[in-house]
């Protein structure tokens, strides 16, 4: 078996849709592609909290009251004598008022991103395929990838199905959904007709949905990755044997 990954390339893809609706009660969640990626966003809620303070009113202040002196009478002793009456202030008590906030607006926002696994490439048999005989190709990515991520209090399903389209270097292409296995179940095989050195080239495309309370959406874009392999394919080698008059 001989297995190895020369490089892998991403491409890019589509930016995230806009959407018109205010995402206030229900979150609103978005799955795209951007630069060879799936990124998964949600937010909710109005925007950012804001307070409001009411400041207390100022406490109001009474005057005293002064009562003024009765006039004096005369008295038998023939006495002018005033009677002095001291007036008293009463104390003036303060009411605190508590300042009110006003109920702060709730804004959630989150992103996440998620990396799809790039192919590895294998074929038998390994060692000097020969020309004219089946060559049998395979790749190490499931046929699906699903995952259940939760962001912004929502529980999102993404599922994920490659299309893989195979260059056997010779010109032929092959395009098939299945991963392919080795001899002799494997479904995907090529025959070279010539000895010489050719490079294998897979490519990986990606397309997928993602449901959000039980609704279902298409994931807009789409992601490509690319893995090559060089392979060396060989003539048969041809055995001499001599007539049997020659032999002694």
């Known amino acids: 078996m001989k297995r190895i990954l020369i490089y892998a390339l991403i491409l890019t893809s589509v930016a995230a849709p806009a959407h018109a609706q205010e995402c206030v009660e229900q979150a609103c969640i978005d799955v795209y592609t951007q630069d060879g990626k799936i990124v998964i966003e949600g937010r909710k809620g109005t925007g950012p909290a804001q307070k409001a303070e009411v400041a207390p009113a100022p406490s109001k202040t009474r005057k005293p009251v002064v009562r003024k002196s009765p006039t004096p009478k005369p008295t038998t002793s023939g006495s002018t004598k005033p009677k002095v009456v001291t007036a008293t202030k009463k104390p003036v008590v303060t009411k605190r008022v508590r300042p009110t906030i006003a109920p702060t607006a709730t804004s959630l926002s ?132 001599p007539p049997v008059s020659f032999r002694r």
């Open 110 to 241: 989150d992103k996440l991103i998620e990396i799809l696994p790039t192919a590895g490439i294998a074929y038998s048999p390994s060692f000097s395929p020969l020309i004219k005989v089946p060559v049998f190709f395979w790749s190490d990515i499931p046929t699906i990838v699903t995952k259940k991520i939760q962001i912004v209090g929502e529980v999102v399903e993404v599922s994920l199905k490659p299309t893989f389209i195979w260059h056997y270097g010779d010109g032929i292409f092959f395009v098939t959904r299945k991963a392919g296995a080795p001899f002799p179940d494997g479904e995907i095989q090529h025959t070279y007709s010539k000895p010489g050195h050719y490079l294998i080239q897979l490519v990986t495309s990606w397309d997928g949905q993602f449901t959000v309370q039980g609704v279902t959406t298409r994931i807009p874009g789409k992601i490509e990755s690319v893995s090559v392999l060089p392979i060396t394919v060989v003539a048969a080698p041809t055995r001499f044997t």
